[in-house]
Structure formats: structure tokens, C-alpha cells
């Protein structure tokens, strides 16, 4: 009786603990207010969500005004928005796509400032009941749970950090496109990607907090707006629909214009026949929402017809920009900054405006990476203050010069980080559009990528930071019983990459005039170098096959397509390729190399019969069928394997560094993860021994990025206070320099140093100041010739 009256006191005295919390809780049925008036987006969010919670729970989400969660969106009178508090409502009014989550006494309560805000309010509740975003997309497998609780007076706030966050669907010829067609939704039309594929890619952008995509847009694939039902269910799931930089006013020229084009697709000699193509368009699109790109360029990836000089083309864009604008106004809104449009300065366009382009003033200016992850464009204090604002194309999978890398999703986490927040700090924080290629292998980078759109400060800014997101993410799909070795594994997979991407690894080029780049060659690495990089992707993926053990059948598919596959097959590729340049030199066989080819072939083929053939024909290892990717023809060269002078010193960047100014970040990136980022002005010093000489070369590896003021990109170095020489290592596009610092990632420079006193003091100092914004410097290498 005593135990009775105490709890009872407890209760009483106590009303909001345990008691007041709320509750999800196993096969209970969940009732829920829902305005009828909401948007289509919020009523596909919350099928989802209901999907969702039986999935975990077991029971079902009904209707019903006796509810226990409330959902709302601001303006519609909901319940949810009469229980918020007026600094939650004032919250809400001033940030777009913004939501609310509270738990008032046991009820829970999602308000949204518009219909994607609630929508992502809702699913955010997925998110905490332990739904992957890439449940279907990575068959991340829903695990049942007892139960889930919010603390009464739980409150969450969030809103994106950029407006305008999506994905481009690109060089989709060997993987979503006949996965699509033959596999995901069987089509008698060759190369269509339908409604049902992408109502897949519009959930998973929902669950990734995104609000905007572009479409395929190659000629193997139909165009989006040709199949029926596909802007349909872009407006089911509230996607804003773009297009890429050489698809103005939402038409895929390359796929559309030989079924509704007239004549060449050139402006300034078939105007007429142009704008009519794309007037057609717009007039259908009046009711949707869109951001509509202006500009042109060629059909398909390349430069504009009928303009051949810069000046031309100058006049040819100042000339389309108004036509373009005159079409919105006629046809969609009178006042043009109501309907959102970008200018994508892209290639041979950057060059135009640079030029002096005129861009109206509400229109986004979308910068763009060099398809290698380092984007050439920042924008500039004017560019900064305009209406439209800024915002940034960038690659995670590419077609082209010097080399494609469409396979295998490697690019480092840190790079992307890095880039992604420098162009968020200058003011690119409008647009960000990241080039995915199939979707798949690409998870995530891609959810990285969106997680920085959506939260900027989500991530600390340094190494730690990008160390905790990549763990937080393999726990969530693997649970944290092997996070942590897991995170290692994937962060020796990036680095080794970036020393080298596996697409890169046959030494050949594409679209090069000269022979030699399409045959198979040595990589400049000695026969120490090559062993080493063979035992280093030889201990992750043996890890991988052991971790492999500990996971459940029910993630098993997901191991595989997040993890075993990506690393395997990286490691396949170069022990085919380096087993195969020390076979040409006679320093082994070449059964070794062969056998590599064939397990990337039966690592292919698993993955393409995963999930009961839910994946057949969406991985490929070959495409566009480059020698990088052929088993290699035994041939031997009577030349010897290269030797090259060791240095007398390597050091790391971050390796026993003094610095004098701001302190250097290091986040990750490098060839042994030890590169820095040196703020302007600021200077790091080294001290190393040397024997007694009278000079050194020294050299330094530095990440090959642009400058990022558009103007110079330099450092100032010198030993024991000598003098001190300045070095430029900005580069033009696609000139030869480029093409070797994007394969490599890293550009390397050399300086002689004649050092004072030798004789009597082995020790020395390096000091190395950054001139501009943007020197990262990854390696130190010093020799005595």
C-alpha cells in the first residue's frame, strides 16, 4: 500500500516525466489529424511515413480527430498550428521548407512553413524510428522495434541551409537506363526511365531532404517529358524539376529536337524554329514548379552552334537571354522574379562571362566544378549581393577529358566537404546540383552532399567531424557494433582512391588525338610503390570479407552493394593492373592479373542478381567499354621497371608543423590523409636534418584546386630564411598541367634552395606562406638533387 501512495505522489507531483512522453509502441495502431486541404506532397509523405511505422511497428497510421499526432502546415488552421507557440510560429514564417517538431503532455505535433517543409517534418519522424532514406534504394533493411519515445517537451527546429538542393541524373547509358526499361518497369520503349522509376528517385529525395532533379537526358534514354506520367509524379512528390546547362527552358535538345526541332538547332541562323521549340514547353509547364534554365549550348554536351568566336557567342547569349526572359513573361509571370531561373556558366560559357556577360539580376549564377571536384568559380563580392543569388553544379561520376570515371564512386569525402563549404561561405548557398550518374554506387557521397545543403554546420569543420558523419552513417546501416571498423575501412578505400581513382588506373586517356593514351601503360610508380598500394587494398578487402561474417541476412544485400562491392572491385582493379605492369617487366606472372579481371567480372554479376534480380543490369564494369576495363593483353617490354630517386625526407603536411597566423585545417584529405588547408597570409614551418650540402630541391604536393578569387593561386617558400620564391600553380582548362593534377590529384612543384652554413648545421626550416585563399598542402618530398 506504502509503494502505491508513493507512486501516486510521484505521478502527481511529477506530470511531466515518463508519463507525458510520447509513445510509439509495438502492433498499436496510431491515430493521426491531417488537414484535408493539404498538398499532394504532404499526403505522400505521410503514406510513407505510414508505410514506415508498420514496417517497425506493426500497426496501422489512421485519420481521426481523437489523434495523438498532429500535422499541419502553417495557414491552414490545423491543430498543430494552434498548439505551437508564437516564437515557434514566428520560426516557421520567416525560413521556407522549414518544420517543427514538438511533443506537448503525449501528443506529438509536426508543423511545416510551406507543404515541403511538412513533408519533411514528417519523414523526419522515419528518420527517428530508424528508416535508412535508402531503404528501397540500398535495401537497407526496416528492423522492428518494441518501442520509440519523445521526451514531453521534445523540440525540433530545422530549415535548409540552401534553397534549391537536387541531383542530375547523367551518363546513364550502362546502368539506370536499362535497369529502368528491362528490369525495374519492363517497357516495349527502348531507354525509358517511367513513372515508377522515378517515383523511386522522387521518395528517396524526400527521405534525403531534397527539393529538386534533373532529369536523363542522354540519347539512349527517352525524354522525361515524353513519357506520360513522369511530371505527374514529380508534382505527387513536390520535386522541382530543372534541367541541366545544355538543356534551356526545361528541352532535352539532344533526345526532343530531331522529334519537334526544324532545322539545325542553332540560334542565330534558325531563331525562329528555336523558340518555338522551347515556347512549347514552357506553355506546358504553366501549373508546375520549375526553375527554368537560360542560355544555350549544343545539342548535346558542347558548345553552341553558329557562334564560333567568344565574341559571337557573347552576342548570341545576350540576344537568347532576353528572348528567353520576354518567353517566361508572356507566358508564365509578368513579374520575372516570381518564376525561378539559372544561368549555368559551364565550360566555353565560363569564358563568355567572363567576358562580360550581363545576367539579370534575379537570375541564380550556378557555378560549376571542373568535373573533377574542383570548382573554378567562386563568386565574387558583386556576385554575392545579386537577387538570384549562386549556386553549384558539382560531380561525383563523369563522362570525358582526361579520363571518365563512371564505374565506382570514389571521390574523397573531404574534398567534397571542403569545396561544398568554401562555396557555401562565398555565398553560393541558392543552388547545389550534384551530378550522380546512376544513383548507385554513389549513396554516400550523395547524402553527404545533401546533408551540407540541408545543414550546413551539421558537420564540424575539420576531420573529426567528416570522420563522425561517415561512422554515424555506416552505424545506421550496420549497426555500431562495427561502425567503427567499418569507418576505417572506407576511409583507407577514399584515400586510395584519390592517390588514384581505379577508372584511372590503365594510364590511358579519353577523346586524346594521340595513339599511345588508348593502350594500356606503366604507371610511374616503382616496384616498392606498386607492392605497397597491392598489400594496402589487400588488407581492406580482406577486412571487408571478415567484417562481411558479422553482418545479418537482412543486411546482407546492402553489405554488398554499400560496401563489399565498391571496395572489392576497387581492389580487383588494381591488382589487375599492377600485377600486370610487374608482368610486363618480368617481376611476375601474369596469372595474378587475370585472375583479378575475372573476380571483377563474378563480383559484377552478384551484384546485377542481388535482392532476387532487383539489380539486374544497373551495376556495369565496363562502361563505354574503355581498355581500362579489359582483361589485359600479355605483352612484355624489354624496358626496365622505372626507378626514381627517393626523397631524403617526406613529410605530411600536418606532420610537426608550426605555424605563425590562423591555424591550418586538416579534414582528411591528402595521400596519407595528412594535408592542410593554410589560411591566406598565414605561414607553416618544417624543421627536418639533412646531410651537409650546399642546396636542396624540394618539392611540394599541393591539392589542385582553382583560385578562388579568379585570379591567382600562389605560395611563397624558403629554407633557413633565405630567400624567398614565389610559386603559381594555376592552371587554364584542359591544358596538359590540368590533365595530369585532376588524374593524380595533387599538383606538384618544384624549387631549388641554396642553404647558408651547411657545413656546420645539419638542421633546417621550411617555411611555406599562402599567398591566395585555397593553398591545401598535402606532401613535403626534399632531395639533394
Known amino acids: 500500500m506504502k509503494k502505491i501512495i508513493i507512486i501516486l505522489l510521484f505521478s502527481v507531483a511529477y506530470p511531466f516525466l515518463s508519463f507525458a512522453d510520447f509513445v510509439f509502441s509495438m502492433n498499436t495502431d496510431l491515430a493521426v489529424s491531417i488537414e484535408s486541404s493539404e498538398q499532394e506532397v504532404v499526403s505522400t509523405a505521410f503514406e510513407m511515413l505510414?508505410?514506415?511505422?508498420?514496417?517497425?511497428?506493426?500497426?496501422?497510421?489512421?485519420?481521426?480527430?481523437?489523434?495523438?499526432?498532429?500535422?499541419?502546415?502553417?495557414?491552414?488552421?490545423?491543430?498543430?498550428e494552434k498548439m505551437m507557440d508564437s516564437k515557434s510560429i514566428q520560426q516557421l514564417a520567416t525560413h521556407k521548407e522549414a518544420y517543427v517538431i514538438k511533443v506537448i503532455d503525449d501528443k506529438l505535433y509536426i508543423l511545416g512553413s510551406d507543404k515541403r517543409g511538412t513533408a519533411y517534418g514528417i519523414l523526419e519522424i522515419s528518420r527517428k524510428i530508424g528508416v535508412s532514406p535508402w531503404e528501397w534504394w540500398a535495401d537497407a533493411t526496416i528492423e522492428k522495434r518494441n518501442s520509440f519515445r519523445l521526451s514531453n517537451g521534445f523540440s525540433q527546429f530545422e530549415y535548409p541551409s540552401v534553397a534549391y538542393r537536387g541531383i542530375f541524373l547523367n551518363d546513364e547509358?550502362?546502368?539506370?537506363?536499362?535497369?529502368?526499361?528491362?528490369?525495374?518497369?519492363?517497357?516495349n520503349i527502348k531507354g525509358q526511365i517511367g513513372p515508377k522509376t522515378h517515383a523511386r528517385i522522387f521518395e528517396l529525395l524526400l527521405r534525403l531532404r531534397a527539393n529538386m532533379f534533373w532529369p536523363a537526358m542522354h540519347e539512349c534514354s527517352v525524354a522525361f517529358y515524353l513519357t506520360p506520367g513522369n511530371k505527374e509524379m514529380a508534382d505527387k512528390y513536390g520535386i522541382v524539376l530543372g534541367s541541366s546547362h545544355c538543356e534551356p527552358m526545361m528541352r532535352n535538345a539532344n533526345a526532343e529536337w530531331k522529334i519537334d526541332g526544324k532545322g539545325e538547332y542553332d540560334y542565330v541562323h534558325n531563331k525562329d524554329n528555336v523558340l518555338k521549340f522551347w515556347e512549347s514547353r514552357v506553355q506546358q509547364l504553366k501549373n508546375s514548379d520549375n526553375v527554368y534554365t537560360l542560355g544555350?549550348?549544343?545539342?548535346?554536351?558542347?558548345?553552341?552552334?553558329?557562334?564560333?568566336?567568344?565574341?559571337?557567342?557573347?552576342?548570341?547569349?545576350?540576344?537568347?537571354i532576353k528572348d528567353q526572359r520576354e518567353m517566361i513573361a508572356k507566358n508564365l509571370n509578368p513579374d520575372l522574379e516570381k518564376v525561378p531561373?539559372?544561368?549555368?556558366?559551364?565550360?566555353?560559357?565560363?569564358?563568355?562571362?567572363?567576358?562580360?556577360?550581363?545576367?539579370?539580376?534575379?537570375?541564380?549564377?550556378?557555378?560549376?566544378?571542373?568535373?573533377?571536384?574542383?570548382i573554378r568559380h567562386f563568386p565574387n563580392e558583386k556576385e554575392r549581393l545579386r537577387k538570384g543569388g549562386n549556386g553549384v553544379y558539382y560531380h561525383i561520376s563523369y563522362w570525358g577529358r582526361p579520363h571518365d570515371y563512371l564505374w565506382l564512386s570514389t571521390n574523397h569525402p573531404a574534398q567534397i566537404y571542403t569545396q561544398m563549404k568554401l562555396a557555401y561561405d562565398k555565398g553560393a548557398q541558392d543552388m547545389w546540383i550534384l551530378n550522380v550518374g546512376d544513383i548507385k554506387p554513389g549513396e554516400y557521397l550523395s547524402e553527404l552532399f545533401l546533408d551540407m545543403a540541408w545543414n550546413i554546420n551539421g558537420i564540424e569543420n575539420n576531420q573529426q567531424g567528416l570522420n563522425k558523419h561517415l561512422q554515424n552513417w555506416l552505424s545506421r546501416e550496420f549497426g555500431n557494433e562495427n561502425a567503427a571498423a567499418l569507418c576505417a575501412i572506407m576511409q583507407e578505400y577514399y584515400r586510395l582512391a584519390y592517390i588514384r581513382k581505379p577508372e584511372f588506373m590503365g594510364n590511358t586517356r579519353t577523346e586524346e588525338k594521340d595513339p599511345k593514351f588508348k593502350i594500356v601503360s606503366d604507371i610511374d610508380w616503382n616496384e616498392a610503390e606498386i607492392k605497397q598500394r597491392l598489400t594496402d587494398y589487400?588488407?581492406?578487402?580482406?577486412?571487408?570479407?571478415?567484417?562481411?561474417?558479422?553482418?545479418?541476412?537482412?543486411?546482407?544485400?546492402?553489405?554488398?552493394?554499400?560496401?563489399?562491392?565498391?571496395?572489392?572491385a576497387a581492389a580487383e582493379m588494381n591488382k589487375k593492373h599492377l600485377y600486370a605492369q610487374l608482368a610486363r617487366h618480368g617481376l611476375t606472372e601474369w596469372a595474378a592479373s587475370d585472375e583479378a579481371y575475372h573476380n571483377i567480372v563474378s563480383l559484377t554479376q552478384k551484384y546485377n542478381t542481388l535482392a532476387s534480380g532487383k539489380w539486374n543490369k544497373m551495376m556495369d564494369y565496363k562502361p563505354r567499354q574503355l581498355p581500362v576495363f579489359d582483361k589485359l593483353e600479355h605483352r612484355k617490354t624489354g624496358d626496365p621497371l622505372l626507378e626514381k630517386q627517393a626523397p631524403l625526407r617526406l613529410l605530411n603536411g600536418k606532420a610537426y608543423t608550426i605555424y605563425k597566423g590562423q591555424k591550418p585545417l586538416a579534414h582528411g584529405l591528402g595521400y596519407q590523409q595528412g594535408a592542410i588547408e593554410i589560411a591566406k597570409n598565414s605561414t607553416v614551418e618544417y624543421n627536418f636534418n639533412a646531410p651537409a650540402t650546399d642546396s636542396l630541391w624540394i618539392e611540394l604536393a599541393l591539392a589542385p584546386n582553382h583560385p578562388v578569387d579568379g585570379k591567382q593561386l600562389r605560395y611563397e617558400i624558403s629554407v633557413d630564411g633565405g630567400d624567398k620564391q614565389i610559386i603559381s600553380y594555376k592552371t587554364q582548362d584542359r591544358e596538359e598541367e590540368w590533365k595530369k593534377n585532376v588524374l593524380t590529384n595533387r599538383a606538384l612543384k618544384k624549387t631549388r634552395h641554396v642553404l647558408k652554413n651547411s657545413e656546420k648545421n645539419n638542421n633546417h626550416n621550411i617555411q611555406v606562406k599562402a599567398i591566395d585563399e585555397g593553398v591545401v598542402l598535402d606532401q613535403i618530398s626534399i632531395f639533394l638533387k
Request: net charge negative; charged share 20%.
Open 50 to 80: 505510414s508505410k514506415d511505422y508498420q514496417a517497425v511497428f506493426g500497426g496501422k497510421m489512421t485519420k481521426s480527430d481523437q489523434a495523438k499526432l498532429f500535422i499541419g502546415t502553417l495557414g491552414n488552421g490545423s491543430q498543430a
Open 173 to 187: 547509358d550502362w546502368g539506370i537506363t536499362p535497369w529502368s526499361y528491362l528490369t525495374n518497369e519492363p517497357s
Open 296 to 320: 544555350i549550348r549544343g545539342v548535346h554536351d558542347g558548345k553552341m552552334q553558329g557562334a564560333n568566336t567568344l565574341k559571337e557567342q557573347y552576342d548570341a547569349l545576350t540576344a537568347i
Open 341 to 374: 531561373q539559372v544561368f549555368i556558366p559551364y565550360k566555353e560559357v565560363l569564358d563568355v562571362y567572363n567576358m562580360g556577360l550581363q545576367v539579370p539580376d534575379d537570375v541564380t549564377l550556378m557555378w560549376c566544378d571542373d568535373n573533377y571536384g574542383y
Open 538 to 568: 589487400e588488407k581492406i578487402a580482406n577486412a571487408v570479407i571478415t567484417l562481411s561474417r558479422k553482418i545479418p541476412a537482412t543486411k546482407q544485400d546492402a553489405w554488398f552493394e554499400l560496401v563489399e562491392y565498391p571496395v572489392r
